[in-house]
């Protein structure tokens, strides 16, 4: 037999759920009159506490966990088998010493425009890896990231027009990792950009105090404006890619074999979800 | 939608799409979670980051016995957040001082009204049992139901609702007299 306590923890756990999904408090006494004076405290108190506890991470941390996150589990998935499973570990290790060796070289272009199945294709994602690294600024790592986007894209329709779909799969991860580190250097790069645009409007101008914002000189620099101006770009680039890679990979969707279009339909989505997170830390 | 079954199986062959997928998911709230518990911003987010490779580093470890993988996420957050704390030697950090005002009252009319923030709720949540303050942030941080809590808990959902109910009458308690406490302050102020 349930007795009052029992019967009490039970529909306040009852009423609980319902008003923490949205209903209101009203309906819960309503439906239990005897318990309603001892229930309305408890719940009142439970929705403030709901709202109380409604915290959001920062979308700056969010970026980042996101980014180191996704590095550290494919540096550990690295340790354990190679990124690219086709090619002996050796081979990539050689390839970034090649790339190195002969950066600006004949055999570095020719690899640019190598696709998944040559072998010259871990010197073309090696040489990637190391101009990333070596790009100064945040705006120009996520631009980097950017054009290298259109580069997987490229591989997934040739690689979708093959049939080859254990190779779209190894790309598609690989796009969704860039995606990544795109969305948090652009991210960082509009906050670099916010801090100059607040330095350049400092009180070392030299502006009257009451002026409005100095009108921009040609040939001068005015941070807060050309800051402005460079995320525009950015954003204007990330954009484009945005529309044509989407063309681009409906197009391949509706010409490719059954046996990769499930790998190009996630290629897309991963896509879209990820300019579209980028294109939002820069608004 | 894949089940926790075969999430559990990615998980432990650390298959990253499995964990894109968990980490997405859970990220908020496991986020809340520590918050809730350790007051703290910038150590809450650290913790956060540390829950998920935590998660990975000992996913080989993981079994499928019919839970939610959110449970054991939840639980690598305990640990996370328990350890934590022993190493800071600590359980309150947030001062009387800090804290936002709140309205609390037996008036219906005031009850109404009641605002609070995380950093109040932390404060009175130090004053709980520990049973009763995890109970109270994984159904409301982590956004777990009775059962779930119960089974990351390995108690009874009986136990739970009564645990849950005395936290959540404490709370009540807690944050009026805190309130009291402020309107004495302001009023010996003013005279």
Redesign the interface.
């Known amino acids: 037999m349930e007795n009052r306590e029992d019967r009490l923890n039970n529909i306040f756990d009852e009423c609980l759920d319902r008003v923490l999904k949205g209903e209101s408090i009203e309906s819960c006494l309503k439906d239990y009159p005897d318990f309603a004076s001892e229930l309305e405290p408890l719940l009142r108190t439970s929705v403030a506490i709901k709202q109380a506890s409604l915290v959001k991470p920062s979308e700056e941390f969010r970026a980042r966990a996101r980014y180191e996150f996704r590095e550290f589990i494919a540096e550990k998935a690295k340790g354990k088998s190679p990124a690219f499973s086709f090619l002996p570990r050796w081979a990539t290790v050689i390839a970034i010493v090649l790339a190195v060796v002969l950066a600006g070289s004949g055999t570095v272009y020719a690899a640019s425009g190598s696709m998944p199945d040559s072998p010259l294709y871990p010197v073309k994602l090696a040489t990637e890896q190391i101009r990333l690294t070596f790009s100064r600024s945040y705006e120009r790592k996520a631009e980097t990231c950017a054009d290298y986007m259109d580069r997987r894209i490229s591989e997934i329709v040739y690689l979708a027009n093959k049939g080859d779909q254990k190779r779209i799969a190894v790309i598609v991860k690989r796009l969704d990792r860039r995606l990544i580190t795109l969305a948090a250097m652009a991210q960082a790069t509009n906050v670099s950009k916010a801090d100059e645009a607040a330095k350049s409007g400092a009180p070392t101008l030299r502006s009257a105090p009451q002026a409005a914002t100095p009108a921009p000189v040609p040939g001068a620099t005015t941070f807060g404006v050309t800051a402005e101006c460079h995320t525009t770009a950015l954003k204007a680039k990330i954009a484009n890619y945005a529309a044509s890679h989407s063309a681009k990979l409906k197009t391949t969707l509706n010409k490719a074999p059954e046996s990769v279009r499930a790998d190009v339909q996630r290629a897309m989505s991963i896509a879209t979800a990820g300019y579209e997170r980028a294109l939002r830390t820069l608004d | 939608m894949q089940s926790d079954e075969s999430l559990v199986a990615r998980i432990r062959r650390?298959d990253?799409?499995a964990?894109?997928e968990i980490?997405e998911a859970n990220?908020?709230k496991i986020?809340?979670y520590v918050?809730?518990k350790i007051g703290d911003r910038m150590e809450a987010?650290d913790l956060?980051?540390q829950v998920?490779?935590n998660a990975?580093k000992s996913a080989s470890s993981l079994e499928w016995k019919g839970t939610p993988v959110a449970a054991w996420l939840f639980r690598i957050a305990h640990n996370q957040v328990v350890d934590h704390l022993r190493k800071k030697g600590r359980a309150i950090s947030v001062s009387l001082e800090k804290t936002a005002p709140v309205v609390?009252s037996?008036d219906?009319s005031e009850?109404?009204e009641?605002?609070?923030?995380?950093e109040?709720?932390n404060q009175a949540t130090k004053k709980l049992t520990d049973l009763q303050c995890e109970v109270?942030s994984l159904?409301?941080?982590g956004e777990l139901?009775?059962k779930e809590v119960a089974r990351i808990m390995g108690k009874s959902e009986?136990a739970i609702?009564?645990l849950?109910?005395s936290a959540?009458?404490a709370?009540?308690r807690e944050?009026s007299v805190v309130e009291d406490g402020k309107s004495g302050r302001q009023t010996e102020q003013h005279i």
């Open positions: 650390r990253e799409a964990f894109t980490y990220f908020d986020y809340r918050r809730l987010e956060t980051q998920f490779l990975f609390a037996d219906p009850i109404a009641i605002k609070i923030d995380m109040r709720v109270i159904r409301f941080a139901s009775t009986g609702k009564a849950q109910h959540i009458n709370l009540k944050l």
